[in-house]
């Protein structure tokens, strides 16, 4: 694990590293940098424009007295008036930067916020986030997905980051702070990483089990889990029939983190199918990548990791139902009728919207065994939010005014942006069944509503429940890997939202 030393001086190592925004001062900070490596100021300004994850590098020419040796100049983009330098910039341009030069580091850089780099424009306020930034961006920045290789990627020597601040910094001060919360989400995020881009042959329904025990140990989380035919015996019954045609059999776990004082409460679930091959209405096309069907799980044992290792003052109830949707002569059928744990009968029209029958156990359970305050839940549901959002946005669905704009507001705060899609009765009207009390697809346009609709139905009424669908956010093709990659979409969006639940705001 990577180390962050704050200095109030300006002790560079061998490799100096200067975030440099576009702004009004580029020039000048330059021709300080310029100065301090012995270089001619014109050169480096023709040479270096900050466009956003830019990137630039040059030996000092002699003998430095500092005994830098390699400085890297990390372009932040264009700032103004009504678009500030912000975290996340920091964050992407971090990641980027330790991702690509993890394996030529020396084992002690410096990150300058207080000489040349736009950072040391900051206020005392501002800081903590930058630094929070710096630190988690870089931390992911050193995610290995090499895992499953003969000879895996060795662990790269780099490993302590000093970062020169201009403010004072104490023990519990903010700055401190806000790196151990980098420390304690990034690694939640690195699992999450882990987890989904593993294959289901190598991560399965036992194995999120597993993770959940292994996450309730390190944290003080109790963790409580039925599996196989205790899902059946605990009239999970809906969970059930998605995962009872596959060798591994279903998991239902339940974390709760529970501190001595606690104002609010949240209950989270994740859609965990660590396979979807559509079932009987098998996939013709896009089947392989349907091991990411698990990443809305994932994400929530990294948002229920984070809360308690922050020691959050929230009661939190946390719900993983996992199964692997498939074929086999124990597999459920389209047409079949099968129970559910809310009491409501549900036809199956269509084993391949197998996400929202598994939710919707998860959700009636919670709903029927805790009371929260808020309920949230996040899942791989819909192709059709793709078509909708693009890979640029998460879709959300609430009937909370309040919590709609919160969440957009979020969105926009950590990049890990939602839009609002509608929950109006309407769309319900397709999922009426003749035999049954609901049936789970209709042949109709709006995909992601009548699945929201759906699940809404397993709710009991809850007054604050909001509904991800990230079909197409939680991988994402980048500059990380050769193939589409787990991304850890919403758990910083719901670890702000739960932090904001303490600050009161
Ligand atoms: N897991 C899929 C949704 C999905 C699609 C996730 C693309 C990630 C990327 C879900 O279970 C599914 O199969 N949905 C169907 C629903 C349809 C049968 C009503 C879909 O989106 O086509
Ligand atoms: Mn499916
Ligand atoms: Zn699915």
Redesign the pocket.
Same mark, same amino acid.
């Given at each position: 694990m990577l180390h962050f030393k704050l200095t109030q001086e300006f002790q560079p190592a061998e490799v100096l590293v200067v975030l440099l925004a576009q702004d009004p001062q580029l020039k000048e900070n330059l021709a300080a940098i310029a100065s301090f490596a012995h270089l001619t100021a014109d050169d480096l300004v023709a040479n270096f424009k900050a466009e956003k994850k830019d990137s630039t590098a040059f030996y000092t020419a002699h003998q430095h007295p500092t005994g830098v040796k390699k400085i890297y100049l990390l372009g932040l983009g264009e700032t103004k008036e009504d678009k500030p330098l912000s975290p996340e910039a920091v964050r992407q341009v971090m990641r980027s930067f330790v991702h690509k030069n993890k394996t030529t580091l020396p084992t002690v850089i410096s990150i300058d916020c207080l000489q040349f780099s736009s950072l040391k424009q900051l206020s005392a306020a501002q800081l903590p986030a930058f630094v929070e930034a710096l630190a988690g961006g870089s931390l992911l920045g050193l995610y290995e997905i090499g895992k499953y290789k003969q000879e895996p990627p060795k662990p790269v020597a780099f490993d302590t980051l000093r970062i020169h601040l201009a403010v004072k910094t104490q023990a519990n001060d903010p700055i401190e702070k806000s790196i151990d919360k980098a420390k304690v989400v990034a690694v939640a995020q690195l699992r999450v990483f882990d987890m989904v881009n593993t294959p289901s042959n190598r991560f399965t329904p036992e194995d999120f089990a597993k993770t959940a025990e292994l996450i309730g140990s390190e944290a003080s989380i109790n963790v409580k889990v039925f599996r196989g035919k205790e899902v059946k015996e605990q009239n999970l019954h809906a969970l059930w029939s998605v995962g009872k045609g596959s060798e591994n059999l279903p998991t239902f776990s339940i974390l709760e983190y529970k501190p001595a004082h606690f104002t609010k409460s949240i209950g989270l679930v994740g859609?965990g199918?660590n396979f979807?091959t #559509?079932g009987y209405?098998i996939?013709t096309q896009?089947m392989a990548?349907?091991k990411?069907?698990m990443?809305g799980a994932a994400t929530m044992l990294g948002v229920m990791e984070s809360i308690a290792k922050l020691q959050l003052p929230i009661h939190v109830v946390c719900i993983i139902p996992a199964c692997e949707?498939m074929i086999s002569g124990n597999a459920y059928k389209p047409s079949d009728i099968i129970d559910s744990y809310a009491g409501y009968t549900i036809e199956v029209e269509?084993t391949?919207?197998?996400?929202?029958i598994m939710m919707a156990d998860a959700l009636a359970y919670l709903t029927k065994n805790y009371q929260t305050d808020y309920l949230l839940d996040i899942?791989?549901?819909? #192709?059709?939010?793709?078509i909708s959002l693009g890979l640029k946005a998460g879709a959300m669905f609430t009937n909370n005014e309040e919590l709609a704009t919160k969440f957009y507001d979020l969105g926009q705060q950590t990049e890990e942006k939602v839009w609002r899609l509608p929950l109006w009765d309407d769309y319900a009207d397709a999922l009426k069944s003749d035999m049954a009390d609901v049936k789970?697809?209709a042949n109709s346009q709006a995909?992601?509503v009548?699945?929201a609709k759906f699940l809404e139905k397993f709710t009991n009424k809850h007054p604050a429940w909001v509904h991800f669908d990230v079909?197409?956010m939680?991988?994402m093709d980048s500059e990380f890997a050769k193939t589409r990659n787990a991304t850890a979409f919403g758990v910083r969006l719901m670890v702000e939202f739960a932090e904001s639940l303490v600050a009161g705001k």
């Open positions: 859609k199918v979807d #559509g209405n996939k896009g990548p349907m990411i069907d990443a949707n269509d391949d919207a197998e996400g929202r899942a791989t549901l819909t #192709g059709a939010s793709i789970n697809y995909g992601s009548t699945a079909a197409g939680c991988w």
